[in-house]
């Protein structure tokens, strides 16, 4: 299944009045940069109806985590990402790195989401990362 969670990971863009058609280079085609939606929240949406299952049914609720936590984990974890990416690890699931500033207050949500794509790859794919807590690494 072609179809792997990076490719599915989409950031929500709030529209704009530019023009679209300005030719992206690579790097810029290979990178997810977190964006604000239409309300000012940061706020990303993966286009894999197993995630949304996942979110329901597996994953812990995001009121068991603090915003510092998962903001902590969450820089480590984009780190080990960048890095599978650069060095072509995973390329079947990891097709893009992330854009993530640790200095940004993204808000409780999004790093929530954000830290679930983790483990969600986890669950779904068995790709360890070493920044998720034990209890949400999937055994293998």
Do not use: H
């Amino acid at each position: 299944m072609k179809n792997l969670i990076l490719l599915l990971l989409i950031f929500c863009l709030p529209f704009s009045c530019s023009s679209q058609d300005k030719s992206k280079t690579d790097k810029e085609k290979s990178e997810i940069k977190p964006s604000k939606n239409d309300d000012g929240e940061w706020d990303i949406d993966v286009l894999d109806t197993q995630y949304d299952y996942f979110l329901s049914a597996i994953a812990k609720p995001m009121n068991q985590y603090s915003e510092s936590y998962l903001k902590s984990r969450n820089i480590n974890l984009v780190s080990e990402w960048n890095s599978y990416f650069s060095s072509g690890k995973y390329r079947n699931v990891i097709e893009s790195s992330i854009s993530y500033d640790p200095r940004e207050n993204y808000g409780l949500k999004f790093e929530y989401k954000l830290y679930q794509v983790f483990a969600y790859v986890n669950w779904k794919y068995g790709i360890r990362m070493n920044g998720l807590s034990g209890s949400d690494v999937t055994r293998f």
